[in-house]
């Protein structure tokens, strides 16, 4: 049983940003900190990336582990009512991202997937950070040649 009202529920639901979240933020900043400068929610490529860079063909999508579904994280438990609206939603979001990422990928971008989970690891994060910024770096090389 939800110990939300269903106004007050309704009220939370709709405060949450789909731009500009905290995770998002993390990212930009690192990316900014190395010098990696990008384009944010870009209207012309499929599903408005949250990060883009049209120069490498590089995409960066940071996903909540809630509304995506992250596999195996403790942040993807489903609402206990409304349970087929839920499934229906949930389902929409995960083929939509597998949708987006496919024509991404056919019109030659890497895409990065980043779960708001891993920005918690700093690891982790740093890792992934650290593989944006090999492949930048491996294509660079690759127009000097």
């Given amino acids: 049983m939800d110990i939300l009202s269903k106004n007050d529920r309704k009220i939370r639901m709709t405060s949450i ?10 990212i930009r900043r690192l990316l900014f900190k190395n010098k ?3 384009r944010l929610n870009n209207k012309r490529l499929p599903g408005r990336p949250d990060i883009s860079i049209k120069k490498y063909k590089l995409i960066v999508d940071i ?10 994280c403790p942040k993807t438990q489903s609402p206990i009512t409304n349970k087929k609206f839920w499934e229906k939603k949930f389902n929409n979001n995960i083929n939509r991202d597998k949708m987006n990422e496919k024509k991404l990928k056919d ?10 989970c891993e920005i ?14 090999r492949y930048i770096q491996s294509e660079k090389s690759k127009s000097f040649n």
Avoid: A, D
């Fill in 107 to 116: 019109i030659g971008y890497k895409v990065f997937i980043i779960w708001e």
């Fill in 36 to 38: 990696i400068r990008y």
């Fill in 120 to 133: 918690l690891k700093n690891k982790i994060l740093n890792h992934k950070v650290q593989e944006i910024i």
């Fill in 63 to 72: 996903r909540g582990c809630f509304w995506h579904r992250h596999q195996n």
């Fill in 17 to 26: 940003r789909s731009k500009n979240t905290m995770p998002e933020l993390v």
